[in-house]
């Protein structure tokens, strides 16, 4: 399996003080939370277990940015939240807002991650195909 590069961008901006908010605001108003990666991955005292373990048996370089940074970095703008595929600096969207919006668990995330670490994945495009047909 070639390992690709996903990229992985919280609809949420950077910062100690936005943190302590978003911690509170998911507390407060879950349904009202805007960052849907963020509430999947995450309970209100940090990082789930399941999330943690997917992470780190994958065989694909998983770099996360907040959307102030990924702009920053990226010079682009995407709506949030989102993963995408780095191809050499072409990116490639593999799981868009709209499908985050049609998630409602953490499992249903890795459902849609799980086959590219089961298949000879050695690009985006096809990487963006089977994810899509794990929908």
Known sequence: MQPMKLIFVY?????VLNAALDAVHRIVSPESYP????ALTYGVVGERKAWREFRQRSAHEMVFYHKDKFEEAYGRRFSYPLVLCDDDGRLTPLITKEDFQEMDALDELLEWLEP??????ASCEPAAELVAGAA
């Not at 609809?11 to 910062?15: L, Y």
């Not at 960052?35 to 963020?38: D, G, M, P, V």
């Not at 590219?116 to 994945?121: A, I, P």
């Open 11 to 15: 609809n949420a901006q950077s910062g």
């Open 35 to 38: 960052c849907e990666l963020c």
């Open 116 to 121: 590219l670490e089961q298949e000879d994945v």
